[in-house]
């Protein structure tokens, strides 16, 4: 087939990059050449419209022994040991095909982390879908959550956390963001840069197939009605085959036969291949022919172009071949060498003896575009001013029913049920807490991990919204007692050729920068996913954050389930009654405008490090943070999860009662602490001018919320635990 | 006590099974699927996972694995075998135990604590042990114990229901049943008693960290027994 600028323009490349092509290669491309190119080129591969902005987040620090750039980030936790981790995007293909499309972006994660020689202990998610009444919303959210399961237990790892949110602005585009950690010694980590030559290059795991050929370049692109025909370009995932590749891959590591891997994700083998020369500074030659085919007649384009699963590359040390192959076929897994490392720095394709494709790597990687799109900055939408009337003819009891049975705000326990959170014996805090916890097996330490997204909250202001979120996750690791070390992040987003939607990507990007360097919470991985959008209309700018924090002595860690009657709850951080973009004024009020709580980076910093402070002391028996749905939210799930009651105090706060209850003010935490520890506590409080006031006392049942106000705890319990279950059924 | 553990492809609480069979002193072996001989055992387990990754049905390519015949001749032999989650299926497969493990009744992958009641003490797994309601934990797609009314009567008369599913106290009814096992079984002897097959997972519960501690009770009791 001749190619022309038409066949281009098919694969998604844009006419001036066809132009480009033809320049750089000084000739027309044949078309495996321009498949590659296509698959290189595609924003999900090359970032083109994102790179110019993410070099801008710190991603350094005294932690970090990887940041951006190899198949996932790494961070030191101490005693030689290290934490791989990274979250992911698998949104297209999860909406053409749930099940599928979840399984595998959850088996890609995982290949991401155990490629760099770590073992994945921990799984998280964080999924979003459309309003509750939209059809397709409850086969969507049940296609996923099996999904999610019947990959990530089959692979025996536990799903510790997660988040899930429900918002008509996922009607045709639901988010799928799959996040796993790995555990690795800090001497035996492997990358992807390939080095020396005449290495051979080994292709280990499933056979080839024609299944998600172009899948990287339908998640370029925003769905129309024609979606359906895009079903073929979702990959079909085998976890059984990933079990044996994972063991397998960690048995070949443990001696000393590789010099570089590289997992077969997105754009396959021409993604892998290209990747590990382009770090080596070499060229890569490839006999097709020597690739294990599942199906007959594959031809070199889509050889190179399949997305089939549960593939590595490897470049092994000469002579190890035979090591190698024992224990692939002893896990049953193909292995193949096809090719080898040369100094040409070409990408050279053969098939049937005969040369197909040649490229020099460079004008692959390097060469690749990179936009400066145009964006547009937001404005701080104004404040609105609610009336006292409006908020005193409002029963608290009412409103604390109809939040705690929101779909945002409820019980998940129907989804975390079905992922085995258990599995590997070393989940100390399952899901439902703050942060997942898994010990680090064998040891006293503990990683604590969380996923956070506030996709209002950066609709309404991206800046704010950015920071807010990284902010957020730094609250849900603290209040576990972990000391927050970096994140990862997935930043989920419309169209980057609309200035609205680049504009929220920048200044979310710019926000996220600005708290994780205040923070000193540097990003150490991620991924971006744009042109989450149906015709015209995109998603909320849906920033995913994937933060992961150390506890030193695992019998430290704190939990939100309130501990013993008499103990006293105290707020920390100031309620300034913030209603604007709160659960509260959205649901209740109806008000879907002004702008989202303002997030203070210095009381963050000084707030959290003063609880982790007081968690060291032993003064904490539980904590929680305050976020969606404010201060009565939080206390609620307290009660409900230690199965007691609280009396709560009369606020010295001046603002009205329905605000100091529901505002979403930033910065807040709620603990738990003994009496006898008051004065102590209150101490390295005030030393640390950290603002605090008094709750309530613990009692053995009932919320007493005022003097005209009780609520159960098995009121609390009916309403926030229902909602999902019963909407499921 | 020696134990040995077999690890299947795909076999994935073969290590938690190893941790907690050391625990509680056992001298543990792991044991490749495709091996012939099985080393000197006073127990051996099949352990969770998804061996062959339930391919075809959960447990039927396992139970066809080289080791296997060395399994069931140690258990037709009067050795100690006991099959947890997986291993149960592998178990009903050999047809070492009876009955069948159909996809959960609200066909939903399940994992959570289960109280589970004692039925019968006079076995090597459960006498001695000071309690009759245990909590345990589950994780299993798989877990809808199903057997024939001829089978079941077979299994009530020779007193092979090993343990049901319950509340805190010990009831045993339809809503404390997670997956839809018939009369709540949650896990079964041979005839002989020697054979246990058990959905739940002793092995997740031996820490206080963890999700409890009923499987150290289990375990410390069970490596009593043997000695």
Not at chain 1, 46 to 67: A, D, N, W
Not at chain 1, 524 to 553: A, C, M, R, W
Request: proline share 3%.
């Amino acid at each position: 087939m001749e190619v022309n600028e038409q066949i281009a323009i098919d694969h998604g490349l844009k006419s001036d990059e066809y132009k480009k092509i033809c320049q750089l290669l000084k000739r027309t491309p044949n078309i495996t050449e321009l498949g590659i190119f296509s698959a290189m080129w595609n924003e999900h591969c090359s970032y083109k419209s994102s790179r110019l902005h993410l070099k801008k987040l710190p991603t350094k620090g005294k932690k970090v022994i990887q940041g951006p750039g190899e198949n996932a980030g790494v961070i030191d936790i101490e005693d030689g040991d290290a934490i791989v981790f990274k979250i992911e995007s698998h949104n297209h293909p999860s909406f053409i095909e749930p099940y599928q499309g979840a399984a595998t972006g959850v088996g890609g994660i995982m290949r991401d982390v155990f490629t760099m020689g770590a073992r994945p202990i921990a799984n998280l998610n964080s999924i979003h879908f459309g309003s509750p009444q939209h059809k397709k919303t409850k086969n969507l959210l049940r296609g996923v959550v099996h999904g999610i399961g019947g990959y990530g237990n089959c692979m025996g790892v536990p799903t510790i956390a997660g988040q899930t949110s429900f918002d008509s602005s996922y009607n045709g585009n639901i988010l799928v963001n799959a996040m796993t950690l790995g555990l690795v010694k800090k001497n035996k980590i492997f990358y992807s840069k390939a080095a020396g030559l005449n290495k051979p290059v080994i292709y280990v795991g499933s056979k080839t197939g024609r299944d998600g050929i172009h899948g990287a370049s339908m998640a370029s692109a925003s769905f129309d009605e024609k979606i359906e025909e895009k079903k073929p370009t979702v990959q079909v995932g085998d976890p059984f085959t990933e079990k044996l590749l994972l063991e397998a891959c960690l048995e070949l590591m443990s001696g000393d036969s590789i010099i570089a891997i590289q997992d077969m994700g997105a754009a396959g083998l021409t993604s892998s291949s290209i990747e590990m020369a382009s770090k080596g500074n070499l060229g890569i030659e490839i006999d097709l022919n020597k690739v294990p085919c599942r199906e007959t007649k594959m031809t070199p384009y889509e050889i190179m172009l399949s997305e089939s699963q549960e593939r590595m590359l490897i470049v092994l040390e000469n002579g190890k071949e035979e090591v190698a192959k024992k224990i692939f076929d002893k896990w049953n897994l193909d292995f193949a060498v096809i090719g080898k490392t040369t100094n040409s720095k070409n990408i050279e394709l053969f098939f049937n003896r005969e040369q197909v494709a040649k490229i020099p790597v460079n004008i692959l990687v390097e060469n690749s575009p990179m936009y400066d799109r145009k964006w547009k900055k937001s404005k701080l939408p104004k404040k609105n001013k609610i009336k006292n009337e409006i908020l005193n003819k409002l029963k608290i009891k009412d409103v604390l029913k109809k939040i705690l049975s929101n779909q945002n705000i409820c019980s998940k326990e129907w989804i975390w049920q079905q992922y085995d959170h258990t599995v590997m014996g070393d989940t100390i805090q399952k899901p439902g807490g703050d942060s997942g916890v898994v010990r680090v097996h064998g040891t006293n330490k503990a990683v604590a991990a969380s996923v956070d997204s506030s996709a209002v909250y950066c609709w309404a202001h991206p800046l704010t919204g950015g920071k807010q979120v990284v902010a957020e996750s730094w609250r849900n690791l603290i209040s576990v007692g972990a000391k927050p070390i970096a994140i990862t992040n997935c930043l989920n987003f419309g169209s980057p050729e609309k200035e609205e939607n680049m504009g929220e990507f920048v200044e979310c990007v710019q926000g996220i920068g600005e708290a994780s360097k205040y923070l000193n919470f540097p990003v150490v991985s991620g991924n971006v996913s744009f042109y989450n959008q149906t015709k015209e209309v995109g998603i909320k700018p849906t920033p995913s954050i994937g933060g992961v924090g150390l506890i030193k002595d695992y019998t430290k860690m704190i939990s939100m389930d309130l501990k013993e009657i008499d103990n006293l709850v105290l707020i920390i951080g100031k309620t300034e009654g913030h209603i604007d973009q709160s659960l509260f004024a959205r649901t209740i009020l109806d008000e879907k405008n002004g702008p989202p709580p303002e997030v203070n980076l210095f009381n963050e910093k000084n707030n959290g490090e003063t609880i982790l402070n007081l968690i060291d002391k032993g003064y904490v028996k539980s904590a929680h943070d305050i976020s969606l749905g404010g201060l009565l939210v939080a206390i609620s799930k307290m009660c409900i999860k230690g199965n007691k009651g609280i009396k709560i105090s009369k606020s010295k706060n001046l603002i009205n009662e329905i605000e100091y209850f529901f505002a979403e003010d930033q910065g807040r935490y709620l603990i738990e602490v003994n009496k006898d520890d008051l004065k102590e506590v209150t101490k390295i409080l005030n030393k640390n001018s950290v603002h605090h006031e008094e709750l309530g006392i613990i009692t053995q049942n009932d919320m007493i919320i005022n003097e005209k106000t009780k609520v159960t705890i098995d009121e609390l319990k009916s309403y926030y635990t229902n909602w999902l279950s019963k909407f499921m059924s | 006590m020696k134990s040995s553990v077999i690890t299947f492809p795909g076999s994935n609480c073969d290590r938690d099974m190893d941790v907690a069979l050391k625990k509680f002193g056992f001298n543990n072996k792991m044991v490749w699927h495709d091996d012939n001989e099985l080393p000197k055992s006073d127990l051996v387990v099949l352990p969770g996972g998804f061996s062959y990754g339930d391919y075809l049905r959960c447990g039927s390519m396992a139970s066809k694995s080289k080791i296997m015949q060395s399994v069931i001749n140690f258990a037709k032999s009067g050795g100690l075998v006991m099959g947890i989650c997986n291993g149960f299926q592998i178990l009903v497969e050999t047809g070492l135990v009876p009955g069948v493990l159909l996809r959960n009744k609200y066909l939903e992958f399940i994992c959570k604590n289960v109280f589970v009641k004692l039925d019968n003490k006079e076995n090597t797994y459960f006498k001695n042990l000071n309690k009759d309601i245990l909590e345990f934990h589950i994780a299993h797609n798989e877990g809808n114990y199903f057997c024939t009314k001829d089978q079941l009567k077979e299994i009530k008369d020779n007193n092979q229901i090993a343990i049901y599913y319950c509340n805190k106290e010990g009831k045993i009814e339809d809503q404390y049943n997670p997956n839809g096992s018939i009369k709540n079984i949650a896990g079964i002897f041979n005839k002989e008693k020697n054979v246990l097959g058990m959905m739940p997972h002793p092995e997740r519960m031996i820490d206080q960290s963890l999700s409890g501690e009923d499987g150290s009770i289990f375990f410390k009791n069970l490596i009593n027994n043997i000695k």
